[in-house]
């Protein structure tokens, strides 16, 4: 069974609109942590935010928020003002157990 | 601080042949991951190394796929044979101490094509 179902599978913006990238995962552990990881056209994924189970406050970095919900199993990410730079697959995954399952990604595209 | 390092980069070989990857993790980094994405999903683990030992290769075809970490550090995974359906990226990552927990440094990743 799916543990982290990210529902896009692409989005393309214009630059500056805002995106936001939809997380939902499953697990009956109670301690686990969720994270987002960037893959650039490079190949290397670059880790973006880590969250345990028992924090459940917003995070704001930069253009960079994300918004967990424990009541919908949601972990969602949103970049604010997009850029080209911003283009790339965005992994977001569940680690339970000490290890990490990924979804399948979602591929954003930002126009100039 | 050097990062993950891999070799080679892109590989293409027949099927049926055997191929071999390497991995030169993070200085001190106990833990080391290989994993497989297949084109369009997300990385899927292969096997987990702390030092010298596996930790978890619940997910590694035996009969085709092997991996060691002899001395602690550096690894490599060999696919003997090759098929088709392994035409992938082989990323390896490492993590400080021994928790998943913890943010995995990954590297650029082995790119096989298996004709």
């Known amino acids: 069974a799916q543990k982290v179902t990210q529902a896009q599978t692409e989005i393309s913006v214009v630059e500056k609109e805002d995106v936001t990238l939809d997380c939902v995962y499953e697990?009956?552990?109670?301690?686990?942590?969720l994270f987002w990881y960037k893959q650039p056209p490079s190949g290397e994924l670059v880790f973006l935010i880590r969250?345990?189970?028992?924090?459940?406050q917003n995070e704001i970095s930069g253009r960079y928020s994300w918004n967990f919900q424990k009541s919908t199993s949601s972990f969602n990410f949103t970049i604010t003002a997009s850029q080209v730079v911003d283009s790339a697959v965005y992994f977001c995954?569940?680690?339970?157990?000490?290890?990490?399952?990924f979804g399948a990604g979602t591929t954003v595209t930002v126009r100039a | 601080e050097a990062g993950v390092a891999q070799s080679p980069r892109y590989k293409i070989i027949e099927k049926r042949q055997s191929v071999a990857f390497w991995c030169n993790p993070i200085?001190?980094?106990?833990?080391l991951y290989w994993y497989q994405q297949i084109l369009g999903q997300g990385p899927k683990l292969l096997i987990q190394?702390?030092?010298?030992?596996?930790?978890?290769d619940s997910q590694l075809p035996k009969d085709r796929f092997s991996a060691e970490r002899l001395k602690g550090v550096d690894s490599t995974l060999k696919i003997q044979p090759a098929k088709l359906e392994d035409s992938a990226v082989y990323l390896c990552a490492s993590i400080l101490g021994s928790g998943g927990y913890n943010e995995q440094f990954f590297g650029p990743g082995t790119r096989l094509t298996v004709l």
């Open positions: 969250r345990n189970s028992f924090d459940e």
């Open positions: 697990t009956r552990d109670t301690t686990y942590y």
């Open positions: 190394f702390q030092n010298n030992g596996v930790v978890d």
């Open positions: 995954a569940l680690a339970e157990d000490y290890k990490l399952s």
């Open positions: 200085s001190g980094h106990a833990t």
